[in-house]
């Protein structure tokens, strides 16, 4: 009797979960279904205009497959300045901001919440103003007469005015000031997760604070800073805004010769082939990130 | 013992050793806001230079912003694609948000990573890619194209918020209502959207301003009488600085400092619940 019982029981079990497992599925393809309208929204601007560009930049003089739109790069010096200048902008302005951005970040990680996050206002506020703003607002302290030049001659740090806009200088200045929250706040996020006890058990086991920082806390923080300045880097190397204003047409990114190659000749196949590259540029700089670092929840803010 | 000599961390480190440390956030914090706020006087200035301080005051920068037709035009223009946006890219958000977070389907992490391109993509491509596109179906400089393409902008940031309201959120909740009779999507207004509220009103305010804020899209694909507050900014600092540009930034901090001040206090009241 019990044997069959069991084995009805089964069977039945068997029939409801072929029927369970059936409901399950359409219930996961309708709760999944709901991401659709999102989803066209991204192909519609993302991924077709995308391709298309791709398919532009091979595209010859003649209408046929080609790929003298990106032998251009390597035969004019223009091009090879241009990558430069890129490569030497993003990378001198991600060192400033791990400069500037992890003693910020360290000091707001020590404080009580609660101060925290008051303090980190001061960080969002920025955050949340127009970059716009931001690069007028460099270009007025920066100029010739400026609230900087002048207080460097007052206290006499330099003798006449000097040229910190319309330049390198200026362009450094600015994008390390609009780049310094997108490091300091993963940073930061990192920084509150390390556990205090590690810091109390390397003071315990005769650690002094120099040595516990530089062995315990600065290796823990280090994910964070990673994912911090490769935000930097990878925004960096399409930023366009405050090169063509605080640059004043003498620091050329990729980005501004995109847009000067539309403007001027209005080259779809070079400047599509020159977007190619900034893309792939930034995608390889993201996934070799994503391979040697597992920086994923830091980046995305999702585990 | 004075709050000199107390110790600041668990290494017994006190204050006055890290004094460096104070002086040195306080003039990275203060190097962070003072540009932001420069502007606000500077916007009250009577000269036509770009002086800071101002020798005198007067209210005339403001006067020519408000007196004048193109940027008038320009700023209604900007509110309303920044407000359509929002209408567009909250729903969207919140709906992908809670599908990839309730489902248990293989494909949940391509489509997040789909999803979220946008962030990775740099926008000068974005810019130049739907102005090609749009060339060919007649959408540059209309209210709807840049609509479109701001709310794709705004999409992941919507995403990630809402999906971060909604793991501080007890799934199980909703299971009860569903298991006491009540249909998926009457648990989720019922019971679920109640309580992620204030990250669905931070993510509606983020693609607002991601809209409002946004220059390189708004360059390629709007113009003539849609064109946006930023294209004309960014035309006028670019070529010549009128010190209307100051009036118009102290307005846009004021804008963005009431938002971000009406996130924090959201976000305290959220987790308070």
């Known amino acids: ?303 | 013992m004075n709050w000199w000599s107390r110790p600041a961390a668990d290494t017994q480190i006190t204050h006055g050793n890290r004094l460096w440390l104070y002086v040195l956030s306080a003039i990275i914090m203060l190097l962070l806001v003072a540009p932001t706020l420069i502007v606000v006087p500077m916007s009250f200035s009577d000269s036509q230079y770009l002086e800071f301080p101002p020798s005198t005051w007067s209210l005339r920068w403001y006067e020519e912003y408000l007196g004048s037709a193109k940027w008038m035009r320009a700023t209604a223009t900007s509110f309303q694609v920044g407000f359509l946006t929002m209408l567009v890219a909250t729903p969207l958000g919140v709906m992908a948000a809670y599908a990839l977070f309730v489902s248990r389907h293989r494909a949940t992490r391509a489509i997040f990573l789909l999803l979220i391109t946008p962030m990775i993509v740099p926008v000068i491509l974005i810019a130049i890619g739907t102005f090609y596109a749009y060339g060919r179906v007649g959408m540059n400089n209309t209210i709807a194209g840049l609509v479109l393409a701001h709310s794709a902008l705004a999409l992941p940031i919507a995403i990630i918020v809402v999906t971060a309201g909604l793991s501080s959120y007890d799934l199980s909740q909703e299971q009860v209502a569903r298991s006491l009779g009540a249909t998926r999507t009457k648990a989720f207004f019922l019971i679920t959207l109640p309580q992620i509220r204030f990250s669905v009103i931070t993510a509606a305010l983020l693609s607002f301003l991601t809209s409002f804020d946004e220059v390189i899209i708004a360059i390629f694909v709007s113009g003539g009488a849609n064109a946006t507050l930023t294209k004309h900014m960014f035309a006028a600092l670019r070529d010549y600085i009128d010190p209307t540009i100051a009036a118009i930034s102290t307005i846009m901090v004021i804008l963005s400092s009431a938002l971000l001040l009406l996130t924090q206090f959201l976000g305290s009241k959220g987790k308070r619940n």
């Open chain 1, 1 to 303: 009797m019990a044997r069959a019982d069991a084995g009805g029981s089964r069977s039945g079990k068997h029939l409801h979960e072929a029927a369970l497992k059936r409901q399950h599925a359409r219930e996961q393809w309708s709760v999944l279904s709901l991401v659709v309208p999102a989803m066209i929204v991204i192909v519609l601007i993302i991924l077709i205009p995308l391709s298309w560009l791709f398919y532009l930049s091979f595209l010859g003089d003649d209408g046929g497959f080609s790929l003298e739109n990106y032998h251009k790069m390597t035969q004019y010096k223009s091009y090879y300045r241009i990558f430069v200048t890129t490569f030497q902008v993003s990378i001198l302005t991600t060192l400033a901001c791990i400069a500037l951005g992890y003693p910020l970040a360290f000091f707001l990680a020590q404080l009580p919440p609660r101060w925290a996050g008051v303090f980190m206002l001061a960080v969002l506020l920025p955050f949340w103003t127009s970059l716009l703003v931001r690069t007028y607002a460099w270009l007025v302290l920066l100029q010739k007469r400026g609230i900087l030049n002048e207080f460097a001659m007052q206290v006499g740090l330099w003798e006449t005015p000097i040229k910190l806009v319309h330049n390198l200088t200026g362009t450094l200045i600015g994008m390390a000031h609009i780049m310094l929250p997108f490091l300091i706040l993963p940073l930061y996020n990192a920084m509150r997760k390390i556990d205090k006890d590690m810091m109390h058990a390397a003071a315990n086991l005769g650690a002094n604070p120099i040595n516990a920082f530089w062995r315990v806390y600065f290796p823990l923080s280090l994910p964070g800073m990673v994912a911090g300045s490769l935000i930097v880097f990878v925004l960096c190397l399409g930023f366009y805004v405050t090169p063509a204003v605080l640059g004043g047409g003498r620091v050329i990114m990729v980005s501004n010769h995109i847009t000067a190659i539309l403007e001027n000749q209005f080259d779809w196949g070079a400047a599509s082939a020159l977007g190619v590259v900034l893309l792939v540029a930034t995608t390889f700089t993201l996934y070799v990130a994503a391979r040697l670092f597992k920086f994923d929840a830091a980046l995305f803010g999702r585990d």
